[in-house]
């Protein structure tokens, strides 16, 4: 008997659960701005052509706090960051599977993009979110 | 827009120009927790004091802009009519995240600019209570089924998943990147400006907090979010601040005693964020504080060193920093050492915050641009009694909000 995977979404639709997970942006053709949400047209020229374009999973950290107190609901501490990936895209996300304090989190550390689920729904569907962690 | 050329040696203000736009009277309440009074109540205190300060009343007010974050959307300008005097002057209920207060000053100045009016009348109130954390999720107990929603596609709120939505660590991410760029600046030099604003805040009665702490109770109080510790975040509260604008033309035939405590607005600036790489996935609070500087400064050609006292946006303190730098106020680079070497202190070269700033002496959110530039007025006229910075003759009041928006606006001490 074949047992049927469990469902999954991406938290977000710039995740792309492939067999190698990764992040996706919309390129602008005229001046290559990159952007994770839907568009109607390019912040820095004001053009309307986007293409799809695979962002690197390999990134550094260029800041990142640590939150303590965050809303409820919310697991804290844990450590937030801005990163840049290889390709020169930032991102914004968590540094996960890393102890969140200051003395280990370092500034400009290498990082690798990796995916955990943070919960099913009612239908039993997981939500898959992404992450960075220390490489 | 008129450019003045820039220059260090700045000729002193001798006589009022027709086209100049001038603060003729100005007031803030005490910023604190206000029970028994309503927002109308705390902006219509601050109104009738601002018209009194400059011996004029709301009868000759051509304009009234009013802000409010938080009570946007409730007509607070007309609301504050009620009270104060309807008379039937255009109004403007204006609302630009933390820069609330300076764009309600700023759409007064534009009127005068504009020659529609030759007074008007800019006020700033919130009533926060205690609100705890700005920003932020809250989590859903309601049935769910995940779908896609929103710009980003997203099955749920992204706050603690992807980052951090809070304030707190919105502005420590800001400091920190800064940190990145900048070896040398650290958690201690972060709790420095925390330290010296709790200080200042000891000699302003009008502050919500009015309590010295040492540095290791700043860097030993709670992490919110590392490196902003409790006692390195602005507090929530209620308030409320007036000024009242007057064109120099109609400056010229005001009673000698009432135009010599008038202050000139040398410039007033308003900016958004424009496109950075990085600002796509965070708030840039640099680059638009940047260009709002420059562009104030080359407008009253005032430049930094000329700077007597600087009010500047310490919603945290991982924020003041990096301004000391996005205002030009240190070397490039140098937030880290201008702070060790107590520049900002209120005895240093470049005094900050002498009020305690955001971090003291409070921060309700529409009438704090509005707060700064009485702070500023005050010490320009030589009535800021126990914090007054003696002589100062320009000063700089600063404000941001997230989203973004920027307002600085230059002062200067008249010579009439």
Not at chain 1, 113 to 130: H, P, S
Request: with cysteine.
């Amino acid at each position: 008997m074949q047992i049927d995977p469990t469902p999954q979404i991406p938290l977000v639709d710039y995740l792309r659960l492939d067999k190698q997970p990764h992040l996706v942006a919309n390129e602008c053709t005229n001046c290559g701005a990159r952007f994770f949400d839907r568009r109607n047209a390019c912040a820095q020229c004001g053009l309307r052509q986007f293409t799809k374009v695979p962002i690197r999973n390999e990134a550094k950290l260029k800041s990142f706090t640590i939150v303590h107190r965050a809303a409820p609901g919310i697991p804290a501490p844990f450590v937030s960051a801005v990163v840049e990936t290889k390709d020169g895209t930032t991102v914004r996300a968590n540094v996960v599977n890393c102890d969140p304090n200051p003395d280990v989190v370092r500034l400009g550390m290498p990082l690798q993009l990796t995916t955990y689920c943070i919960g099913a729904d009612d239908d039993g569907t997981e939500a898959v979110a992404f992450g960075y962690q220390p490489s | 827009m008129s450019q003045t050329q820039s220059s260090t040696s700045r000729k002193p203000v001798r006589k009022i120009s027709s086209d100049s736009v001038w603060v003729l009277g100005a007031d803030m309440t005490h910023f604190g927790r206000y029970e028994d009074q309503d927002i109308v109540d705390l902006a219509a205190q601050t109104a009738l004091a601002a018209l009194d300060d400059g011996n004029v009343s709301i009868h000759d007010m051509d304009v009234l802009a009013a802000g409010t974050l938080l009570k946007a959307g409730t007509s607070l300008g007309q609301r504050l009519q009620k009270q104060i005097g309807q008379t039937g002057i255009p109004v403007y209920n204006v609302t630009n995240a933390c820069a609330t207060g300076a764009t309600a000053i700023r759409t007064v100045y534009l009127a005068i600019k504009a020659g529609e009016a030759d007074m008007g009348l800019a006020v700033g109130a919130e009533q926060m209570g205690k609100m705890g954390l700005l920003a932020g999720a809250h989590s859903s107990k309601e049935k769910s089924v995940y779908e896609p929603k929103g710009r980003y596609g997203a099955v749920t709120s992204l706050d603690g998943y992807l980052g951090t939505e809070t304030m707190p660590g919105v502005f420590a991410q800001a400091g920190m990147e800064y940190a990145n760029e900048h070896p040398g600046v650290g958690f201690e030099q972060f709790a420095k400006v925390a330290y010296k604003n709790h200080l200042h805040s000891t000699r302003n009665p009008l502050a919500q907090y009015r309590k010295a702490f040492s540095l290791d109770e700043i860097m030993q109080s709670p992490t919110m979010s590392y490196p902003n510790t409790l006692l390195m975040c602005c507090p929530t509260g209620d308030g409320a601040a007036a000024v009242v604008l007057i064109s120099g033309e109609r400056l010229k035939s005001m009673p000698q005693d009432v135009r010599r405590r008038a202050v000139k607005i040398s410039a007033s600036v308003l900016t958004s964020d424009p496109y950075t790489e990085s600002s796509q996935v965070q708030p840039d609070v640099s680059t638009l504080t940047r260009n709002a500087a420059a562009l104030a400064y080359e407008t009253a050609g005032v430049a930094p060193e000329d700077l007597d006292l600087v009010e500047l946006h310490d919603c945290f303190a991982t924020a003041e920093l990096i301004h000391y730098d996005n205002l030009g106020l240190c070397e490039q680079g140098g937030a880290g050492d201008f702070i060790d070497s107590g520049a900002p202190f209120r005895d240093g070269s470049t005094p900050v915050n002498v009020s305690g700033g955001l971090i003291s002496k409070g921060h309700p959110i529409g009438a704090t641009g509005v707060a700064n530039v009485y702070e500023i007025t005050t010490h320009l006229r030589g009535e800021a009694g126990e914090r007054q910075i003696a002589g100062a003759k320009v000063g700089l009041a600063h404000v941001i909000g997230l989203g973004s928006a920027c307002g600085v606006h230059v002062l200067e001490k008249a010579a009439v």
